[in-house]
């Protein structure tokens, strides 16, 4: 009886006339409201999102209506992930998914080429990071996942491409996901990890490296920003900024004290490749007196 209250809480909700006002705004079509609407009950019907106040759901549905993506999780567009604060309330948190990410560049007209895709143990050869050519046997993928590869090309004829291992995206999703409980990946990052370590490589490509459109912006920034409507100005906005790779890698070298401390960072600092970061892990090693051997070579 609960949850059928719940749902009909959500029901009222979307069906009052400021939101539905405020959804023809954004898609200026009755239709579109309707089916956008329709969509959106049923996700939540059938999912944890039944639990969320109606307001913070409606904060991550209206960021997939200003992007005009499909947000039924099924394809893999996007996701509203609910979880709680450290109040105890269920709010819910945008999540764009790589499909939704490769449908909008593809929008903007600007890329000629653009792919992520999982990499198995039995198709990995070697990444090489100064040229950034993998080199993997085109055959079908079988045993474990060993990393994830992105990339992409514009129209101007610049390319970009990265590869993680799983081990480093585990890293980034446990540090950085709001479905994290002591240590372990839950929500999307469990039921769907390829397709979250897929979107985070190119992810990570675009936002530092490709040509962004409008729309491309303001999806990679809902992800760790979502604002509610100014019409629902109560609703609790809770703060999901995340430290950036570098950034966090840069405080790790600051606390190190010793060489052992910094032969723990070494590896990572090699994997991100980033001068600014290798930058700085050598003006530590100087500063700590270290042996050559800690170095990393630009």
Known sequence: MENKNQI????????????QKNLNQILDSPKKVKSFTTALMQIISG???????????YASAVTAAVLDLEPNP????????????????????FILGYKGLIELAIRSNKYEQINTVAIYENQFIEWNFLTETLQAKSIEGKGEVVG????FKTKEGFTKADFWS??????HAIRHSK????????GVWKTDFDSMACKTVLRSILS????????LQE????EVETAPNNEFQEVEVIDVTETSEVDFLKNKINLCENASDLAGLKLEVCENREIELITAYNLKCASLEVEKEYYVEI
Not at 8 to 19: C, G
Not at 180 to 186: A, R, V
């Open 179 to 186: 479905q994290q409980f002591q240590g372990k990946l839950s």
């Open 208 to 215: 530092k490296y490709g040509i962004l459109s409008t729309q």
């Open 148 to 151: 994830y590869y992105a990339m």
């Open 47 to 57: 999912t944890d999102l039944k639990n969320a106040d109606p307001k913070t759901v």
């Open 166 to 171: 799983k081990e480093k995206v585990e890293k």
């Open 8 to 19: 009909t809480l959500h029901k009222e909700f979307f069906n009052s006339d400021a939101v």
């Open 74 to 93: 099924i394809f893999g567009r996007c996701y509203f992930l609910p979880f709680k604060n450290k109040q105890g309330t269920v709010n819910v948190q």
């Open 219 to 222: 999806a990679i920034t809902s």
